[in-house]
Structures are given as structure tokens and as C-alpha cells.
């Protein structure tokens, strides 16, 4: 930036004054740049008291000081949502540009938009109090103080909250600007709320727009671990960034109240969420309030009743509210659309709809329902299922009006919400005696976990049993197969409830009602979720496949597609599986880079799980949806149990444990045994990949100690992992007798994949005599992960060492880089027994290539000689052609020692040259 005099700069305000502008405006509108930056920590440290907010962003600061130091620009405008962080951008771009320029900062504020040149009077003070009045006198005393400050430096003046800069200063800084006497860094909220002045440069192009955006979830969790200094499980980062709503400002006040209140707890070395509902303290209050403003009264309202109503349809909040302010909030990101039929609008902040629900006075509170009441008459019964307005009506004391209220109770439950869908039935007079009451409230008590509550209802006197419709008849008597399900009952209780039913239904045949088609369908789905437990898989595909394709509703077909992929997968189908799996976009529960789901897929029992898992417990299709606060946080927790066990099965231990100790200490919250001893299993299996023997004999004792009645599907996954992991820190023969065992059994089942699964494993741990069968059994198996099966049996068999090669590479490309690490050891075997050398070099490639992608996995005896560092280092130079005297030199070492080390290399990786050594290290 050219240093520049500020006299000139009278001239251009004495014309400005006169003529309005110093030129035309050419009102063109130019596409703003979205800054989506990564929070990193402070250089000055962050306040572990939750005071401020001490993370700043890492933008491209190429592109911001480029508008900056471009000679035609005049600077730069950063806008966002209060909080976001744009003055933390600011400051990182001018805390690089300071040591050449000079930086002029203004903060305007609501106190000074009212005054006069308030924001400019630090820069005044040498004005006469009788000048005041004349803007060219303002502007020389301004140049002066600038000139005198910058010593002919560059200037960049710095306003923060430009919104608030009143209309005087904004002509002062505009012609400064125009005049390029300094440079522009702006902050404010929107393109509508800035002086006109300001505006114009930005429509003549003479600075530039950015937004600052939200930060996403993915830094939010970086973030949070670097704050809290501890890994963070999937489930509490979600539930914290979703409070803030990407706000920076947001999530620093709501993460330091949680920790402060239980809601957020140190489990086991991770932050996960207790259960406990999250509070929203003096720090959260103060800060929304202080991003609330900026708002407007007709704003205010607006946001006032969405906070307190959960959410209101388009129509009826245009009812009583003004439609610009709903169109300003919507342009400044404050409200969101899409729940439903998509005319549902709601607050995008979370925390901003909590507070203002506990800060509103009770008087508010209540004309704004009596508004959205009547807005609901005259809109009809297009609300009458929206649970959060019967909260409110029962929050403000008006429960009479709960004439729906079965209805918004159903819709709670099917939200996830059964403590609110409780408070909506206890609400509704004489809601003791109304069976649809009844039925709601059994299927609330279920979903909270209370099976003694939902017991009362269930069998209560009062619900006469024989008296009730058929419709209702069949929900207590599903409910009821639901709670057998559970294992409080004996499991043939839920079969004599199963045929009950089907013998009423059938009775009904002659009906063909959709009320009857629909009791028929939750009866079958009753019965599949019964086999299923019994490991029944084969009966089950045709009805399956079915009701995939014609049921009834979009969640009951979701359901049924989840344990197709159970049962094709187990039963040998795992392309069809895999199609099914991707209409359903199973992968978008693994995060990480786990990789495409169909690739990982090697593994049936890993993919049937991952199924069984999302499709949830037992009964679950009877209760509700994974939408509330808890379903959510045991559906995101699957979601990391998931990843882990597809690392854990790849054999990538480091990345399998992050995620696995988090979603066990998770589990622990949420009372999951059954998911918690199949994470501790393959928590024991990633030690023992890596080596941690007493680690994973630790993991080994807590499952053991576990009492787990789950599916025999997680049971068996459990045990599997407890092989393998036996097999690397105790005897490989008790190992493999007991995969033979398992495959027997899967045999037994009709599972093939299982069956295949468990011969392999014991293939790759030494046993040939299972290769004959392995290779009859995958023949049977579809998909990538079989035909690696299928080869490896054909290579061990035959003894060819190159075939098993091939194989390895196989299934390297398909991202099972433990199973062509076995593979190769099992080439290499056969490879050294034949002297073949060839084999050996490639063999030592794969297996080398393997543990490097592995991580930290322990090196065996089976993977040959490995080299050491000081060899690596001397055979990657070798191989690039430095000579042993350039060797010695460039390591400080004697040429005599690169001679005795590369004597080790050509001995262990079986080569006589470098370009043998070359080939070999490619």
C-alpha cells in the first residue's frame, strides 16, 4: 500500500458535501465471499472460566489482505450474526498488517450512533467547538490527527459495528475512503442495517463483502477437544454445537454452564453428556440478550413467539406478526424452515429459544399464546398435531383448551419427547378413563424407560381390556409384546401375545380397511422383530423385501430395508445388501474417513450389526422416532460405536480407540450394556492389535463383568472380537478351536457369511486345514470381500505363493489392509519355504505397506525380518541411488557402517542390488 497524504481529501468532501457523492453510483451488486474458517486457540491462551470466548479463527488471510493492499479497493466489509466471530477475523488480519501500516480501530455502539461524529471522536480532538458544525472542518482535524499518527505509513481504519455508526462519521470515513487516503475494515451484521454511505461503496465495487459463517460441527469438536483437553464423544459435540448453533460466542457460554451444571461430565477420560437436561445460566442468558439487541419490536415479537411456541406454521405466524420482520430474520439466519410439509418455521439458535422460553415474563408469555391461538382458529386444524403449542397453552394455564391433545401427545412420542407427550396426557381432563390416553401414556412410560409405569397402565383395571376397539386392543397388546421383548418377561410370553393378535386379525380377514391393512402390518413387523431375535434369518427376507417395497408408511419401509441389510448380508447377499444400504444412505452414519459402507462391508458381521444397531432395540418401531434429546444421543453414539468397530475390524487400532472409548464412556451414561460390552470387546481386540497386552486385557475383564442380555447378533459380535484378541495376547490354537466353533454354529444358523467370516479368520491365523471348506462356503457368498475369501483359500491350498499375492492386493484396494497384511504373510511363508525370491521382495512390500497404513500395530514374527529405522533410512537412500560414501556423509556415520547396514537390508528383504532394492521399496 503507497504511503498517502490526507489534504487532498478536503477537496473530495467540499464536492461530496455539495453534489451528494463524489461520483456516481453505479449500483452494481457484487456476490459477497464466505469466509468458512477453522478455530485454533489463542496464542494468549483461553479462559478455562467460560469469561470469554479465547478461540480465533485461521481465514485465508491472503484474501482479505489482498482487498486490503490492492491499489483499486478500498477494503473490506465482514459480515455475520453477533458472535460469530468477525472481529476476531479482523484483529488476526491487523494484528499481520500493523507492523507495516498504521491501524486507526473505532468501536461504534448504540450510545454513539445518537451522537454526532460520536464514533470519530477520538480522532477530533483538536476541533473548535464553533467548527463543529462544518463537516470540512471535522474532516481536516481528522487528516491532521491521521497524518500526525501515521508518519506516512499506510493507514487501515478499523471500525468495528458499523451498523452503528451514525450518518456525520459515515460521510467523513466513505470520502477517506473514496479519496484512498486509507483503507476500510468494516464489522457488521447485515448489508441493511449499515449507513447509506457505507452501502454505496460497497454497490460502486469499491469494497468487498464477506460473510462470516457459522462454524461447523466438525471444528466445533476439534475445538472442544483442544478447550477441555480431553477427547469429547460424538454425542455430547453434537448436543454442544447444536446449543450454540455454530455460534463461537454461543458455544464457549453454553460448553462452560454444562460442564458447571452435570450436564456435561468427564467419564473415563471423555466428556460425554450425563442425561441431565442442559440449563442455560447467567453467561448464556447475558449473551443472547446482548445478540437480541439489534432487534427491532416487530423482530422481537417474532423470535418471542417462535422461542415459546417451538415452532409455528408460515400461515400462522404471518397471522399476527409483521411480514418484514419475519423476511429481515430470515435473511439474517435467525429463523429456519423444513420440518414436516416445509412451512413449519422455527429459530435456528437453540440456546437463543431456551432463553428467551425462561426469560420472557409470564404476562408475555401469555398474550403471545391468546395471539397464537386465534392465529390457529383461523388457520384450522393445519396445527392441531404440534405438541410444542399444547406446552405452551399448559405452561400459560390454559389446559382447557387441550381439545387435541391426544393427538399432540402421539406427536411427542413419535418426536422422541414421551416426558412431554406425559405432561400433555396428565393435563387433559378425565384423562384416567380415555383408552387412547391410556395407550399414549403406556407408550411415553416405554419410551423414558419406566417399564413399571407402563405396567400400571397396561394392565390397570380401568382399561377393560375386552371393551376396547380393535384398533386400540391391538396397541395395548403390541405394547405389551414390546415390554416381553425387553427380557422382563419370559420370551414366550411375547409369542402367546403374537398369536392372540394374529388370531383376532384373522378373524378380520374379510376386512380390508386401512385400519385393518395397518394392524396387520405392525403385527407382521411384531413378528419379524421376534425371529429376528431368534437369529431366524432366513424366513424372514421374503416379508422383508415386501414390505421394503409396498409398506405402508415410510417408516415402517426404512425398518424393513435396515433388517433386509441384516438378513441379505448374514444370509450371503451382501451386493443386494449393499443397494439397499445406499437408498437407505446407511453410510452417513460413519463419520470420520471410514470410507463408502459397501467397501468396508468385508466384514458381514460388522455390516449386520451396524443394520441391527440403527433399526434400534427390540420394540423400538412401537414407541418412537430417534428425534428427542436422548434418542438422539444414543443414535449418534451408534453412529461412533459403528465407525469404531469398521476401524477395529480393518485393523486401524489408533483410529478405532478414539472413537470406541468415546462411545463406551458414552454408553456408560445411557445405560446401554448391550452396545457398551460390544464396544469394550473391540476396544480389547485394537489393544491387542497394537500390542497393549495388559490394556487389553483390562477391556477383557470389564466386558466380563458385564451381565449382557442383548441380540444374539451383538452377543456373537462380542464374542468374536474376544477371539481375536485372544488369538494376539494369548494362544492362537484356543483361537482358532473356538472360530470353528462359531462357524459350526453359523452353519447350524444358515448364516454362510458368518460362517465364512469365522473359517477365514482361522485360515489367517495358521489353520490350512480350513481352507477347503472356506473355499466351498464363499462360493456360496457374494461380493469382493467373498472373492478375496475365495482366492485365499485357493492360495493356501495350493501352496501359491503368487495367487495369494494378487489376493492381498485385492483386498488392499478395498480398503482391509489387516487381511492383506495376513495374506501376504501367508504368501510369504510359503514364499521363504519355496525360495522363491521374487514372492519374498513383494510379499515384504505388501506387509510393510500394510503395518505403515495399520498405524501402530505390533510386528510378528510373521511378517519377516522387519527392518529398522536406521535401516529404513539407509535403504530408502540406497534405492534412490546415493552411493555408500554420499550415505555416510549425509548421516555422520562411517561408510563401513552403511556397508554392515545394508548387508542387514539385502539379507532381509532377500536382494542382491539396489535396483532389487529399488524394486522392492517401490
Partial sequence: MPACGLDPTVEVLELAVHHGRSRPMSHTVLESTHIVTHPTISPNGHSKNGDTFSAVREPILETIQGRLLHRDSCGAILLGEYGVGKTCVAKQVLEVMEHDCLVVSLRCSASTVTIDYGALSPLMGSVAPDTIESPMSVLRAVSKELLQRASRRPIVLFIDNVQDLDDHSALIVSQLAVSKAVKLLLTGDSLTSIPGEILGLWRDGLISRMD??????????????????????????????????????????????????????????????SGAPFVCGRNSVDTVMAALLSLSVHERLVVEALALSGGLSIGQLMAFCDAKAVDSLQQRGFLTMGKKDGTLVHLRNNLVAQVLRQEVPAGRSRELQRLAAASADDQGAADMDNFQL?????????????????DQAREANNAGRPDLALRILDAMPGHGSDPLVLVESARAYLGLGNLDGARAVLFAPSLRLAELPLEQWVDVMLLRMAMASGGKTAAADAHDLHASISLRLHDERADYSATIVDLRERLQLAEIDLNLEKGRYAEVGPQLQLLHSTGASASTRRLAGLWLIEVWTLTGRAL?????????????????????FEDLAGSALVTAITASLMAGNPGSYLLQAAQGPSNRMRSITLGQLVEGLMHAYSGRADKALRSL????????????SASQALAYSAIAYSYALKGDDESAKTFMTLRNAMAVSGPRLTVLACESFEVLASAEIASREKAIVSLYSLADESHRGQVPALEMGFLCAAVRLGSSKGAPRLLDIAAQVQGPWARCCE??????????????????????????????????????????????????????????????????????SDDGQMLTFREQEIASLAARGASNKAIAAQMHISVRTVEGHLYQVYSKLQVNSRAELRESLA
Wanted: contains cysteine.
Fill in 212 to 273: 462470516v459463517l457459522p462454524i461447523s460441527e466438525a471444528d466445533a469438536r476439534d475445538w472442544l477437544e483442544e478447550f477441555l483437553d480431553r477427547p469429547v464423544s460424538a454425542a455430547a459435540a453434537n448436543s454442544l454445537y447444536e446449543a450454540g448453533g455454530g455460534n463461537p460466542r454461543f458455544l464457549s457460554a453454553v460448553v462452560v454452564e454444562q460442564m458447571g451444571a452435570g450436564s456435561v461430565v468427564l467419564n473415563e477420560g471423555v466428556w460425554v453428556l
Fill in 390 to 406: 399444547a406446552i405452551w397453552a399448559i405452561d400459560c394455564g390454559n389446559a382447557e383448551g387441550l381439545e387435541h391433545g391426544h
Fill in 576 to 596: 443386494d445388501a449393499a443397494k439397499i444400504a445406499d437408498e437407505l444412505e446407511l453410510e452417513a452414519i460413519v463419520r470420520d474417513d471410514a470410507g463408502p
Fill in 661 to 672: 472409548l468415546a462411545a463406551a464412556s458414552q454408553f456408560d451414561q445411557l445405560d446401554e
Fill in 791 to 860: 482366492g485365499f483359500a485357493q492360495g493356501v491350498m495350493n501352496s501359491n505363493a503368487p495367487h495369494l499375492l494378487e489376493m492381498a492386493e485385492a483386498a488392499s484396494a478395498y480398503g482391509d489392509d489387516l487381511f492383506a497384511r495376513d495374506i501376504a504373510r501367508a504368501a510369504l511363508k510359503i514364499a521363504s519355504d519355496g525360495a522363491d525370491k521374487g514372492s519374498l521382495r513383494v510379499a515384504h512390500q505388501l506387509i510393510r505397506n500394510g503395518v505403515m497404513k495399520l498405524g501402530h500395530v505390533k510386528v510378528s
